[in-house]
Each structure stands twice: as C-alpha cells, then as structure tokens.
C-alpha cells in the first residue's frame, strides 16, 4: 500500500433521492494500490455511493476527489477523461451476449483507442489470459459459467488499463469455490498491477480474505459507523451494530 497523498478522498458526502435521505456526512480515504470495501446491510446506501464515485449519480452535497481533483466539482470535459481511468465490473458482469469475450473487451478499446481490429484482438485475448480465460475469445456469454462470466466482467473492466477497478458485489451468484477464485484472483491483479480496488460486497468471506480497510454504512442511522480493517473492526469496534454485522455466522448469510 502507497503512502503520501490518497489515491481517492470522499468528503462531506451526503447522498439522497429526491427529499429522501440515504447517507450523510461520509468521509473517507482509499490509498493508491488498497482493497477497500464498502459495506453494510441491506438498503444502506452502498451502491448509490458506488454510483456516485464512478460518475453515474450526483451526490446531494460533498464531492469525490481523485489525486486531489474534485470530479463532480469539474468541468464535464474533466470528469469523462476521469472516468477512462475506472475499470468497473457490475453485478451482472453486463456482457452484451449477442458478442463473443473478445469482441466485449474490444468494445471500450474501439472506442477510445487507435488501435486496430488485430491488436485490440491482442489485448483482449491478453486481458482474458490475465483472468484466466485463455482461448475463450471467441465463446458467448451463454457458452460459459457464471463464474467464467465474472472473469469475463473484469477482463473487461480491465481493457484500458485503468488505474481504479470498482467491483459491484463481485461474489454475487457464484459457488463458494468459484467466489474463492475470484477473491485470489483480486488479489493477484492487485499485487502485480498495483491497481486500486473498491468493492461493494456483504460477503463476509471475502471481507476478511481481501480487504486492507473497509467503511461500514448504517441504514438505521443514515451514516458511517466505522471505518478500518475488517477484522480490527470485528473484534474490537465499541459500537455492537458493527460487531454483530462482521460476526454473523456464516458468509452466505443474505443480509445485503
């Protein structure tokens, strides 16, 4: 984990729809080459903050900064040369089925690259072999498995390089093992490409396995409980709210 100045910084955010309330007062950091996890129970705002921080939604008040730029406080020029610099896997994986793997990573490649038709097939073919899907360029989304189709998600997610990954409950849907893979495979691209992860997630196991620091967001209080490694939160964390979220009994518990 880098030192020095926060790869991203939220601060005095409060999120809503309309007159309804969803967060308040959110503050906090995410250092450049950190895992960190957004998390909370059910209707507590996690995705909205998701959405906000990759330029989807506009925050009530308060703004995201990026190396210090605040991005909703920017010209619409600057925020969409910001976003080129996201990687984002949603929770469907959000493949377009009617195109193979490779013709799915191309796509953001065709459009905000020069590349050509043969070396955009070469990065995506070196962007599947990094997630583990070497030869599969050429199969649809519905040749594959979920798990497969996860990987498929961040091979794309992936394609320009991007110096942020956003993960929207990555785990979602998928077998223990196969979420155990994907959790080691988080970690690799972390590890070997320095990049830095935030990911909305409820499933305690990869909590645990994956995240440097997390922010828990209450729904009952409308704001951040807590903030700092997971199982620091877990085990010492004075609020009881906090404790008995990161101490339910199993992982696939549906509390999100």
């Keep these: 984990m880098a030192d020095g100045q926060p ?7 409060t999120m809503a729809y309309g007159d309804f309330l969803i ?25 909205t903050l ?9 925050p009530k008040e308060g703004d995201v900064f990026y190396d210090g730029i605040p991005f909703w406080a920017s010209p619409v020029e600057e925020q969409e040369a910001a976003k080129r610099k996201f990687g984002t896997l949603f929770q469907s994986g959000a493949l377009w089925s009617s195109m193979t793997l490779a013709e799915n990573i191309g796509l953001g490649l065709r459009q905000y690259t020069d590349l050509n038709a043969r070396q955009i097939r070469e990065v995506a073919a070196y962007k599947l072999m990094l997630v583990g899907l070497a030869g599969f360029e ?20 992936m394609a320009l390089d991007p ?29 070997s490409l320095d990049t ?15 995240a440097d620091n997390a922010i828990f ?14 199982i620091d939160l ?4 004075p609020n009881p709210v906090v404790r008995t979220f990161l101490k339910r009994g199993k992982a696939e518990d549906k509390v999100a």
């Design 138 to 157: 050429d199969y649809y989304p519905n040749e594959i498995s979920g798990g497969m189709k996860k990987r498929a998600g961040l091979a794309r997610a």
């Design 234 to 237: 877990r085990d010492n964390h």
């Design 163 to 191: 110096e942020i990954l956003f993960f929207d409950e990555p785990s979602a849907g998928l077998d223990p093992i196969s979420a155990k893979l994907l959790d080691d495979l988080i970690l690799e691209l972390r590890d």
């Design 217 to 230: 967001l209450d729904a009952d209080t409308r704001t951040q409980l807590a903030i700092g490694n997971p």
């Design 196 to 210: 830095t992860i935030v990911i909305v997630t409820h499933e305690l196991a990869s909590i645990f396995a994956i």
């Design 50 to 58: 998701l959405k906000i921080m990759i330029g989807l939604k506009s």
């Design 23 to 47: 967060q308040r007062d959110l503050e906090f950091h995410v250092q450049r080459g950190e895992i960190f996890i957004v998390m909370g129970g059910s209707g507590c705002g996690k995705s």
């Design 7 to 13: 790869h991203i910084v939220v601060e005095g955010m």
